[in-house]
C-alpha cells in the first residue's frame, strides 16, 4: 500500500485497553502510517508492544523537542485516564494540538470524567469519540481528519508582512 505523508501519535499510559490500541496501530500501518506511542511513564506493557509492532516510542517529557503529530489518539480505560487526568502534560499538549487544528480522538472504552475535562480545551472543535463506533469506521474517520487537517494547512497562503 502506498504510504500516506502523515504521522500520528497514541497517547498511553498504564492501564490502557491494549485490543483497540492494538485495533489501531494494525489499521495505520495497514495505511502506510507508522504511529508513535506517546508515553506518561515507562511500561513494561508498552515495550512490549512496541516489540510487536515495530513501531516508535516516545516519553512525554522528550516530546518538547518534537513537531506536533497530524493527529493525537487517547488509549481506552479508565485506569489509563486516572493518570491523563492528573498530568498537566497532557492538558498542554491537547491545547497545542488543537490550536494547530489538528483531530484529537478517544479509543475505546472512553472515560467519561476524562472526556468531559477534555471538552473545554478543544477549542470548539469535536474531540472525537470511538464510543458507538466500530474501531475501522473511526480510525477511517479520524484519518480523514488528519488528512483535511493537512490539506487546509497546506493551501492556507503564507501572510504578506508589511512594514
Not at 41 to 48: G, Q, R, T
Amino acid at each position: 500500500m502506498k504510504s500516506i505523508n502523515s504521522n500520528c501519535c497514541i497517547l498511553i499510559a498504564d492501564g490502557f485497553a491494549e485490543k483497540s490500541v492494538s485495533q489501531a496501530v494494525d489499521f495505520f500501518l495497514r495505511q502506510g502510517i507508522k504511529p508513535t506511542f506517546l508515553n506518561l511513564f515507562v511500561s513494561p506493557l508498552a515495550d512490549e508492544l512496541y516489540t510487536k509492532y515495530g513501531v516508535g516510542s516516545v516519553l512525554i517529557g522528550d516530546f518538547e523537542n518534537l513537531s506536533l503529530p497530524d493527529g493525537l489518539l487517547f488509549a481506552g480505560g479508565a485506569a489509563c485516564a486516572k493518570h491523563f487526568l492528573i498530568d498537566p502534560r497532557v492538558y498542554q499538549l491537547i491545547r497545542q494540538i488543537h490550536e494547530a487544528t489538528k483531530p484529537v480522538g478517544y479509543l475505546y472504552p472512553v472515560a467519561t470524567q476524562l472526556a468531559e475535562r477534555l471538552r473545554p480545551l478543544s477549542l470548539n472543535k469535536p474531540l472525537l469519540l470511538q464510543e458507538r463506533l466500530r474501531i475501522d469506521q473511526f480510525l477511517h474517520d479520524f484519518l480523514h481528519r488528519i488528512q483535511l487537517s493537512s490539506a487546509m494547512f497546506y493551501q492556507q497562503p503564507t501572510s504578506l508582512l508589511v512594514f
